[in-house]
């Protein structure tokens, strides 16, 4: 195995098993109105949301997990075929590996389901110089779109992870201007890896011609984490404080959402690992919610599973909508919400609310 492939097998492997998500419950934060008479006929509910001009089923994507070394083909197709049977979008995991030396099969397994919205994954680290390495050009990404048949390409910042792992990519000069080269060329969303996406960051970006960001803040997977048992294990001492140190580093998930708000699409991640979540993601306002971890392991196992777990999913966002007194999404946008905890406490000191 190469060492980006290993890389990417220790990634799925360390989140599999480890604890990668901080103990408090960001979430929870996030709570919605009971509405004790709710005046609507549960079979007449409609969860389907548009998403990027895609008709979803219900407001969901599964986010970028994987691609690039042999298991993640299994990972892929699982994660596809379970797509396709929910009528959900899906994203692909980083696509640096078919950039630098050509589809392996394992991201462009996904073209054989008839997935409603799909996404590709470059990296902003890979849009501008690195130590030793040449930046990808417009015509590398659109290659990578061309792979997995992407209706939109998602551009991930993963400057956590970056300094926390070894050698990592950590100049960030000239990605915004990267961003908008590819932007002019193709549609292009911004995605994080579990840090969030702050006002500022959104304003920049909103001025990119991007159309939409996924803000995946803190409350499921950190990266930092991830990373710090990778360098205990390699006996890194550097990488392994640095990642405990920051571990909780970032944008609680439901502030994110708030903070990022600047009249783009947005999609709310990190630890949305349920339904519940997922209306709570929607009524605060985002058009639909992202998972990744939590489908990880289903996803190792069979499509089978990860549908089992998108019906729960499905089942408890419907719940929600029902107990809220809601018919369609567009209503639980507008239904009242309390926010309070960690997140509030931001929200405040950010003057958000
Ligand atoms: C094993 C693993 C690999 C990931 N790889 C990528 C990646 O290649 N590109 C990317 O944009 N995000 C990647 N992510 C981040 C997720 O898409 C998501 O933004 C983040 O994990 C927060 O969601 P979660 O709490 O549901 O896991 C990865 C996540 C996991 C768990």
Redesign the pocket.
């Given at each position: 195995m190469s060492r980006i492939e290993r890389r990417k097998a220790d990634?799925?492997e360390v989140?599999l098993k480890e604890k990668v998500?901080p103990d408090y419950d960001y979430w929870g934060d996030v709570k919605l109105v009971h509405q004790a008479l709710p005046e609507v006929n549960m079979d007449d509910i409609d969860t389907s949301v548009t998403l990027f001009g895609k008709r979803l089923e219900f407001p969901l994507v599964v986010?970028?997990?994987?691609g690039g070394f042999p298991q993640a083909e299994k990972v892929n197709r699982n994660l596809a075929e379970a797509c396709s049977k929910m009528g959900i979008g899906l994203?692909v995991?980083?696509q640096r590996p078919a950039i630098e030396k050509g589809d392996d099969g394992t991201y462009s397994v996904i073209k054989e389901f008839d997935v409603p919205l799909v996404i590709g994954?470059v990296?902003a680290p890979q849009l501008v110089k690195q130590k030793r390495k040449r930046p990808f050009s417009v015509e590398d990404v659109a290659k990578a779109k061309d792979i997995v048949g992407a209706d939109i390409m998602?551009i991930?910042l993963?400057f956590l992870q970056e300094v926390v792992q070894p050698g990592g990519d950590v100049n960030a000069c000239g990605c915004l201007d990267g961003i908008r080269s590819l932007a002019r060329e193709m549609p292009c969303m911004v995605?994080?890896?579990?840090a969030g996406i702050s006002r500022e960051t959104a304003l920049l970006l909103k001025g990119t011609g991007i159309v939409g960001m996924?803000v995946?803040g803190v409350?499921?997977?950190s990266f930092a984490a991830v990373e710090m048992y990778r360098a205990r294990e390699q006996k890194d001492q550097m990488g392994s404080a640095l990642g405990a140190t920051f571990f909780e580093w970032g944008i609680p998930a439901p502030a994110a959402v708030i903070e990022a708000d600047v009249g783009l699409e947005i999609i709310a991640?990190?630890?949305?690992?349920d339904g519940l979540r997922m209306a709570k993601g929607v009524s605060i306002g985002a058009n639909a919610a992202?998972?990744?971890?939590?489908l990880?392991a289903d996803a190792m196992e069979s499509s089978e599973k990860v549908v089992e777990k998108l019906e729960r999913m499905k089942a408890e966002f419907k719940a929600a909508m029902f107990l809220t007194g809601c018919h369609s999404v567009p209503e639980l946008r507008e239904r009242r919400v309390i926010v309070s905890g960690r997140s509030a406490d931001w929200l405040t000191a950010a003057e958000r609310c």
């Open positions: 990634h799925i989140t998500v986010t970028a997990i994987t994203g995991g980083s994954n990296g998602a991930h993963n995605k994080e890896t579990g996924d995946s409350g499921g997977t991640g990190g630890g949305m690992d992202g998972c990744a971890r939590a990880l």
